[in-house]
């Protein structure tokens, strides 16, 4: 069965978004997402050339902002595809908004829990929004199978990524219930938010 935006929309009416309390202040007032290679003064760059092993203040024009880091990104366990390399892919990953999935306003994906579980520690909110509004208020989005910036080995095969890691609805090949990750390129208008919770409030989700 081709994949559908409208049973997507019916399986996942949730996307959650983790950010850093410090950041939520200019997300509410902009009400936008940006990447973090849209965000990122030039004079800062060098921040997004290789991976972040921790997270990283860059400038911008709404002044200071703390990027994630990007420690769960095993180069060792990713397949790269043909004529597209590290580099290549850290630029796809700085290149995205990303959020995670989620059956109703309090459990994401596993994978989302897996990943709000490891800031557990770190002073962060989930931003919580209904999944058609954000559809309809900005460009096609892009879905993932993975969690696109952590790849394991499975079975003795590595992740593979490349060029085709996030795919619009018309070519992606799953199911809707294969999500894990769906993505803007650069930015994303915000609608109203559903909720905003501490991360905190995850961490008990089976």
């Known amino acids: 069965m081709p994949f559908s935006l409208d049973r997507f929309v019916a399986l996942r009416p949730y996307l959650f978004h983790l950010t850093y309390n410090e950041n939520l202040p200019g997300i509410l007032e902009h009400r ?27 400038r911008t024009n709404r002044g200071r902002v703390t990027l994630r880091d990007q420690a769960p990104l095993a180069f060792g366990n990713v397949d790269l595809s043909p004529n597209f390399f590290r580099e290549d892919l850290l630029n796809l990953l700085n290149g995205n908004v990303y959020f995670w999935p ?3 306003n309090i459990t994401p994906v596993t994978m989302g829990r897996s990943h709000f579980r490891k800031y557990r520690n770190t002073a962060s909110s989930v931003m919580i929004f209904r999944t058609e509004d954000l559809l309809r208020m900005n460009g096609p989005a892009r879905f993932c199978r993975y969690n696109s910036g952590a790849p394991r080995c499975s079975g003795g ?10 795919q619009t609805a018309e070519f992606y090949t799953g199911t809707a219930a294969t999500v894990k990750e769906v993505t803007w390129v650069d930015s994303v208008q915000l609608p109203a938010v559903e909720d905003i919770r501490p991360v905190s409030e995850f961490l008990d989700l089976s």
Do not use: C, M, W
């Open 157 to 166: 095969r590595k992740s593979p990524r490349g060029p085709e890691t996030f």
């Open 32 to 58: 936008r997402l940006i990447s973090a290679r849209q965000l990122t003064d030039p004079l800062d760059f060098h921040v997004l050339a290789k991976k972040r092993a921790q997270q990283a203040r860059v």
């Open 102 to 104: 989620g059956a109703n």
